[in-house]
């Protein structure tokens, strides 16, 4: 089985060796480093090519946001995950708009959120918390709300499940939330959720989501 090539970039020794505790007993993940500053992470990177980097947004000499935008524009195939103590709107904005593709405050993770985290931005998902999902929608409203509409679009492509289910995605529900609401597997909510970029040809949930907000093919 081809594991998960993860490397911590954080300069708090305690953080990084409370993950490496964690990770050490997943059968489909590999540390393969764990350095304290994002400069040493930047040379590292070049030699070893991680799948997933969980990095901090308070760190010495190259910020986390910095750290981001430089590792997504050179290598545009490693997912960044964000763990960080910082939960405000303009942290959690600045970090997507760099290009991470999760966002996790460590006081709110667990060991079953980081590892959902890692393991859904490595299938090219995006994942945030539920209370940076909700964070990330309010943003998505206002910003959306004083442009014009898109393009015409054909709502009636979409199915009444595909309907329900993109509505809660743009309400800020995670995967595993709207499974429980639903009394559906997250497989067929992700299943759901697939066949709904497809039909529009979506590259992101972040790209589903403002879509579907601006075109007005759901209510909010």
């Not at 290598?75 to 303009?90: A, C, D, R, T």
């Not at 299938?123 to 964070?135: A, C, M, Q, W």
């Amino acid at each position: 089985m081809e594991k998960i090539k993860v490397l911590i970039v954080d300069d708090h020794q305690i953080v990084r060796d409370g993950i490496r505790s964690i990770l050490a007993n997943e059968n489909d993940i590999e540390l393969i480093g764990s350095l304290a500053s994002a400069t040493k992470a930047i040379d590292f990177i070049k030699g070893s090519l991680p799948d997933v980097v969980i990095a901090d947004l308070s760190m010495p000499n190259m910020s986390g946001i910095e750290f981001t935008e430089k590792l997504t524009e050179a290598f545009p195939s490693i997912k960044v995950l964000i763990l960080s103590m910082f939960n405000n709107e303009e942290y959690v904005v600045k970090a997507i708009q760099a290009g991470a593709k999760g966002y996790l405050p460590k006081q709110d993770s667990t060991t079953e959120l980081l590892l959902e985290a890692i393991r859904i931005i490595y299938n090219g998902d995006e994942f945030y918390s539920p209370s940076i999902s909700k964070v990330v929608m309010r943003n998505f409203v206002q910003n959306v709300k004083g442009t014009k509409a898109g393009e015409t679009v054909n709502k009636n492509q979409l199915t009444v499940r595909e309907m329900e289910i993109l509505k809660m995605y743009v309400e800020g529900f995670t995967n595993t939330e709207i499974a429980e609401k639903l009394n559906l597997s997250i497989y067929t909510v992700k299943t759901h959720k697939n066949n709904i970029m497809q039909k529009y040809n979506f590259k992101s949930t972040v790209e589903m989501i403002k879509f579907a907000i601006k075109n007005s093919i759901v209510e909010w």
